[in-house]
């Protein structure tokens, strides 16, 4: 399992930002996928999950309506929209094997400052 994600960066309250991640050396197609994230000092906590088909999505409450997971089988790739970003959304940003959440890529830092 490969995972290797991209676009974070700093940007400043109220701004978007949207990650990619590249996945290979298993079947994207058919695996459910995570975002999660890891703030300074805090443990690893969930923030979306996207079936196989794309037929389903499940966010955290904190950022349900602000961000939109999404994928692309053709491509082997995962994303994450995140709008009206927060300071409170700064971390390093994981995707996952959703039912193994422990299997992530190196994650890529998103700060959230003005």
């Known amino acids: 399992v490969h995972l290797v994600e991209s676009g974070g960066g700093l940007v400043q309250p109220g701004g978007s930002l949207r990650l990619s991640c590249a996945a290979s050396?298993?079947?994207?197609?058919?695996?459910?996928m995570a975002w999660v994230r890891q703030a300074p000092g805090k443990e690893v906590e969930w923030v979306a999950t996207?079936?196989?088909?794309?037929?389903?999505?499940n966010y955290d409450p904190r950022v349900k309506g602000r961000f939109t997971i999404s994928r692309d089988n053709a491509k082997n790739t995962l994303y994450l929209q995140m709008n009206s970003l927060k300071t409170e959304d700064t971390a390093v940003y994981y995707c996952?094997?959703?039912?193994?959440?422990?299997?992530r890529g190196q994650g890529t830092q998103v700060t959230v400052s003005s």
């Open positions: 996952a094997i959703a039912n193994d959440q422990s299997t």
């Open positions: 050396g298993f079947a994207f197609s058919s695996t459910h």
């Open positions: 996207i079936i196989d088909t794309s037929d389903l999505t």
